[in-house]
């Protein structure tokens, strides 16, 4: 099936789109290692936006694969993963910022690229802002949390040419930002391509 | 200074100064008891927590360990804590959930004992500062702990609820808190009974040079850095 979009990313930029129920949305990480970090919307009614809270709760599990399903804040099904080729994703780490840098990594880390300034720069297109950030997805990232509470971003897993596909349960804006980071190793130390394709269902 | 007591499913909101400190105590031991905070200033500035957990490593926060905003700045010190479990990851509950939970538990039937669920109390109570349901957010879950096993799974730690357990937070800015006296929503409670949440406003005390949350780690040291340089701008 001929796509509707085939579409490269570059490290370190944002992109946005408008998802139709059924259609199918997948996400390459092209070179491996590469955190796609990424927030979702009811097109038509985004104060309606991804719940990580609801998600993991729905599925009583921290991690995404496949048969995971997005639910929004007001309990709604946004989309569904339906193929997997890395195996798990991140619902807790959220997004680097330029303030979450300086505490994590030191005040000389202020102005380095981060993913919460693309989301901003994506979300101001459609008119939205701040106020519309939530905790995103981290595709691609491995973050284990122990038993006893501790949470570190860690060694990638994903594979190059390694995928996650989802398919839309209901029209859904996709805000993504490939990862700039460069002081952990989210994106291997060396934030790299993905490609985006769409099909329709 | 203030003394309140918040009845079963109930909500809660008030504004704090700087270095005044918000005593909560479980005086049932239910867990029922979620948390959301903001800049009282300037609320699109609010409680982040994927940066509370990453910034601190931990999902399980205790005395010594702070409450951080979305832009690296630290909203509340944890500054007591006599049960050491709380909840990061979990979120709050919502009309469906609770309906899942417990049933109907309509005005009809119960009049003012009708369930409650903390989504429409947080709805309620940001409300009252022109806020809505766009500025919901994850919320911190006082007293109940939920754990994460070795490929993800969420689980429930059961019994250790305790009549009069309490933590205590200290603002590091002025703070909007709305708090919502609702079960936790993994809570697998077989029937609707949240408890009674005790809420105390403490006079406010500048912290000790050796604080333990101001001297706790290096991450710490930078959080509050940023936290005074945004109070030496407003104050």
Redesign the interface.
């Known amino acids: 099936m001929t796509p509707l979009l085939d579409e490269i990313v570059r490290p370190g930029e944002p992109w946005t789109g408008v998802i139709l129920a059924g259609q199918r949305l997948r996400i390459v990480d092209v070179e491996g290692l590469q955190a796609v970090d990424t927030l979702c919307y009811d097109a038509h009614d985004p104060v309606n936006r991804y719940s990580a809270a609801n998600t993991i709760r729905a599925q009583r599990q921290l991690f995404l694969t496949t048969g995971s399903t997005l639910v929004s804040t007001d309990g709604d099904a946004l989309a569904t993963i339906v193929d997997d080729t890395c195996g798990r994703h991140d619902t807790v780490g959220g997004a680097c910022s330029a303030e979450s840098n300086t505490c994590r990594f030191g005040h000389d880390k202020r102005y380095m690229h981060n993913c919460r300034d693309n989301f901003l720069i994506g979300l101001a297109r459609l008119g939205m802002g701040k106020r519309d950030l939530a905790p995103n997805i981290n595709f691609f990232m491995n973050v284990p949390v122990t038993a006893d509470g501790r949470l570190d971003i860690v060694d990638g897993i994903s594979q190059p040419g390694a995928y996650v596909e989802m398919q839309a349960d209901r029209d859904t804006l996709f805000v993504i930002s490939n990862c700039p980071q460069l002081n952990n190793p989210c994106n291997g130390w060396n934030p790299t391509p993905i490609q985006l394709v769409v099909w329709d269902g | 200074m203030y003394d309140e007591v918040v009845p079963p499913g109930a909500y809660w909101t008030r504004k704090l100064d700087r270095w005044q400190r918000l005593r909560i105590t479980d005086l049932d031991g239910t867990q029922s008891c979620s948390l959301l905070i903001y800049n009282a200033d300037q609320p699109?500035e609010r409680y982040?927590?994927?940066?509370t957990?990453?910034?601190q490593?931990?999902?399980?926060l205790t005395a010594g360990r702070v409450l951080?905003s979305?832009?690296?700045?630290v909203l509340c010190s944890i500054v007591d804590d006599t049960g050491g479990h709380h909840d990061t990851?979990?979120?709050?509950s919502?009309a469906?959930?609770v309906h899942d939970a417990f049933g109907d538990g309509s005005y009809l039937e119960r009049r003012n004992d009708s369930y409650r669920n903390a989504r429409d109390n947080f709805v309620m109570a940001l409300g009252r500062h022109g806020l809505d349901?766009?500025?919901?957010?994850?919320?911190f879950n006082p007293f109940a702990r939920v754990?994460?096993?070795?490929?993800?799974?969420?689980e429930w730690t059961a019994g250790i609820g305790a009549p009069g357990a309490a933590i205590e937070l200290r603002a590091e800015m002025r703070v909007l808190v709305a708090v919502s006296a609702t079960h936790h929503?993994?809570d697998p409670a077989a029937t609707y009974a949240p408890g009674r949440l005790r809420v105390e406003v403490l006079d406010a005390v500048a912290p000790a040079a050796d604080d333990a949350c101001r001297t706790f780690g290096d991450?710490a040291l930078?959080?509050f850095?940023?936290t005074d340089d945004y109070w030496e701008q407003v104050s």
């Open positions: 699109s982040n927590a994927p940066d957990v990453k910034v490593n931990q999902i399980f951080l979305d832009l690296g700045r990851l979990a979120g709050f919502d469906a959930s349901r766009r500025d919901l957010v994850m919320s754990t994460v096993a070795p490929e993800g799974g969420l929503v993994l991450e930078r959080a850095a940023n």
